[in-house]
């Protein structure tokens, strides 16, 4: 019910909206005034830094593989400008932890710290932080040969080194607040999947509360002071329908609708009112009313007709729709064409399988988190790709539309991230939303960068399928 289509809009808005609050997470800075205290404490928090993305690089698991070196937090130490000067450096001159580097990659090699970590196949933020502090705290900082080390260092201090640690300290917790918000933000992906999944039940229920909403103006007719001919023997056809019965005995839509307590009445009976009488005013309806006679195709198709001309295009109800979920204004396309096949399933003879399951299989179910997740971890490395290619005589990359970014980094994550999905079906899908959320010229540009991008991954090995 809920298809890769909806799960790359709502990724690309949730990414949109991440970008936009995302905290930088930053290395201290050099202090102010600095005294000899703070210059050492300063200069020993840098060397601690680069003695962790060298082990990072030292510790091996068995095939070669570098956990640690795939870890969000050395890859952000290793952006950094003052770590990638003292990389530079210290390939020139000697290392100050030189001499220990090989005992500490061993004794972190054979660390519960390490295995642990080492044995998860997928790491949170947290996991990717915490695996560091651990090491720094348990490893590092308790060794005899650093503590020697450190001892002999120009202008060294207890209160130093204790300064030094307090800013290890602030790291790891800036770091985790910097990216903490990305479970926040996964949780709101899947909020906001569960509201597409309530969108369609809404909708499903729908003509079995305008059928209650009928059988109630007609039981009132009956009983008005002065009554007509047409109160006393009302046509009865629409409250009969065979269609609205099926749904109310459906056993995934009884379950669903009690387990969630939803209902258009009586908080939106206005709502209801409005489209119960545009119902009976339409040709639809006044043709089925009028049929010499009806059978169950026939009242499916008049409900099938009923939402795709008037419910789903009704003003009042998709703003009726807005007011109660932000997620539903973008929803209502996608979910209204699942509904209209639904109503087609409950044609079939088979009516207890009529209920479209939530996603289409586990890969489905997945897809949305695993993409959000790699658009983020590879973000500056994807807009690396995106900036390369921009042409400077007709693009700024400064000024390139926000939502057009976003767009890029999503599609070029599902490009390399997803190998099951071919690279024309992810262009073609995100120039479309990029002609639906962008500017006018957005799909064109998207449709071109993609292009050059995804040839210069073949040329590199990094693209493989087609």
């Given at each position: ?58 510790v091996e698991k068995r095939g070669g593989e570098r956990p640690l070196m795939d870890n969000r937090f050395i890859s952000n130490v290793l952006n950094d400008d003052k770590i990638k000067s003292l990389l530079a450096r210290y390939r ?7 001499d220990v580097e090989a005992k500490l990659t061993q004794a972190v090699k054979d660390s519960g710290i390490f295995k642990l970590y080492a044995k998860k196949s997928e790491h949170t933020p947290g996991d990717e932080v915490s695996v ?38 602030t790291t790891f917790t800036n770091f985790f607040s910097s990216q903490g918000h990305v479970t926040d933000a996964l949780k709101q992906l899947s909020q906001s999947l569960d509201k597409a999944r309530e969108l369609y039940f809404r ?264």
């Amino acid at each position: 019910m809920i298809n890769r289509v909806l799960i790359r809009i709502k990724v690309v808005q949730l990414l949109y909206s991440y970008l936009l609050l995302e905290k930088q997470f930053l290395l201290e800075s050099q202090p102010s005034s600095p005294t000899k205290e703070k210059r050492f404490a300063y200069s020993l928090y840098l060397d601690f830094l680069v003695l962790m993305t060298r082990l990072a690089k030292d510790v091996e698991k068995r095939g070669g593989e570098r956990p640690l070196m795939d870890n969000r937090f050395i890859s952000n130490v290793l952006n950094d400008d003052k770590i990638k000067s003292l990389l530079a450096r210290y390939r020139m001159e000697d290392f100050p932890f030189a001499d220990v580097e090989a005992k500490l990659t061993q004794a972190v090699k054979d660390s519960g710290i390490f295995k642990l970590y080492a044995k998860k196949s997928e790491h949170t933020p947290g996991d990717e932080v915490s695996v560091w502090s651990e090491i720094f705290n348990q490893i590092i900082i308790p060794d005899q040969a650093i503590g020697e080390l450190i001892s002999r260092r120009e202008n060294y201090t207890m209160r130093g080194l204790e300064r030094s640690k307090d800013l290890m300290a602030t790291t790891f917790t800036n770091f985790f607040s910097s990216q903490g918000h990305v479970t926040d933000a996964l949780k709101q992906l899947s909020q906001s999947l569960d509201k597409a999944r309530e969108l369609y039940f809404r909708l499903l229920i729908l003509p079995v509360e305008l059928t209650d909403l009928r059988e109630r103006e007609i039981d009132a007719n009956r009983h008005k002071y002065i009554t007509t001919h047409e109160d006393l023997n009302p046509n009865m056809r629409f409250v009969e329908n065979e269609f609205v019965a099926e749904l109310r005995r459906n056993f995934d839509i009884q379950k669903f609708v009690s387990e969630n307590k939803l209902s258009w009445l009586p908080d939106d009976e206005r709502t209801l009112n409005s489209l119960l009488r545009t119902i009976k005013e339409s040709d639809i309806y006044s043709d089925y009313m009028n049929f010499p006679a009806t059978d169950y195709q026939t009242d499916c198709e008049f409900w099938r007709n009923i939402y795709k001309y008037i419910i789903l295009n009704d003003p009042d109800f998709l703003e009726a729709l807005e007011d109660k979920s932000v997620f539903w204004n973008d929803d209502i396309d996608i979910i209204g064409t699942f509904t209209l096949k639904t109503v087609k399933r409950f044609e079939s003879e088979n009516h207890e399988d009529a209920i479209l399951p939530m996603f289409k299989d586990e890969e489905d179910a997945r897809f949305g988190a695993e993409l959000f997740a790699a658009a983020v971890r590879n973000r500056e490395t994807y807009r690396s790709y995106i900036d390369r290619f921009v042409n400077s005589s007709s693009w700024d990359s400064e000024r390139l539309a926000f939502m057009d970014v976003v767009i890029l980094l999503t599609s070029i994550a599902e490009i390399l991230g997803f190998p099951k999905i071919p690279t024309t079906v992810s262009i073609n899908e995100y120039i479309e939303i990029a002609k639906c959320y962008s500017t006018p010229k957005s799909g064109q540009f998207i449709n071109g960068m993609l292009a050059s991008i995804t040839t210069m991954l073949r040329e590199d090995g990094q693209l493989t399928k087609e």
